[in-house]
């Protein structure tokens, strides 16, 4: 996010959604202007509120919502409002997992991301576009990326030869295929990671 703002500029700061708060209190700290949507009662942070219609219509010049929209029921609907809460050209950032990873279409209903009643919605490159363009935001940035760490899976890589000796030692062939295939799917992941962060701006 600080990579496509100006944070030596003060500005108006909303953020759906902001779980621990750490963001939203480092934007606090930069003297910004913070106001936040949260349900839950004991998240506290100054500016949050529990209704958005309580945050001023064309007031903030940028938005977040991080890991947000897969849990709601009408994600498109929540784009428009907080539209309507953006400056023009108010810049949206977001991420949640997406559909469009290796991870999700070699895993299928077996990816960690399918959460039933807390994951609703699942969205490719394609469908965020199609999403904020209804909301009228324009979509000037998109990428996969991994909640997987490079140095992890590399200990991991230097184990494996082991554990695959032990597995066929013991003639378990089962869980020695099982750990090539999690070891070729994080691997993947690495390079094209099941989330995706997009940065959008207000058109309209």
């Not at 991420?95 to 999700?104: E, H, L, M, V």
């Not at 230097?158 to 554990?163: A, F, G, H, S, V």
Request: aromatic share 12%; net charge positive.
């Amino acid at each position: 996010i600080l990579d496509f703002i100006k944070t030596d500029q003060v500005g108006n700061y909303l953020e759906i959604g902001p779980g621990l708060c750490r963001l939203y209190k480092t934007f606090y700290k930069l003297k910004w202007h913070c106001e936040g949507l949260d349900l839950q009662p004991f998240i506290k942070a100054p500016g949050l509120k529990n209704n958005l219609n309580e945050i001023n219509n064309n007031s903030k010049d940028i938005a977040v919502a991080l890991d947000v929209l897969e849990h709601i029921v009408d994600p498109t609907k929540l784009l428009k409002e907080i539209n309507i809460k953006l400056k023009m050209n108010g810049k949206l950032f977001l991420s949640f997992p997406t559909s469009d990873s290796f991870k999700s279409k070699i895993l299928n209903n077996r990816w960690s991301m399918v959460v039933p009643l807390a994951h609703l919605n699942f969205f490719s490159e394609k469908s965020i576009k199609i999403a904020l363009h209804k909301a009228n935001f324009k979509t000037i940035y998109v990428k996969n990326y991994s909640l997987g760490e490079p140095k992890r899976l590399a200990k991991n890589f230097l184990k494996l030869p082991l554990k695959l000796l032990k597995d066929i030692i013991f003639l378990d062939f089962k869980n020695f295929f099982l750990k090539i295939s999690e070891f070729i799917i994080s691997f993947l992941d690495i390079f094209y990671g099941d989330q995706m962060m997009v940065v959008a701006k207000k058109i309209k």
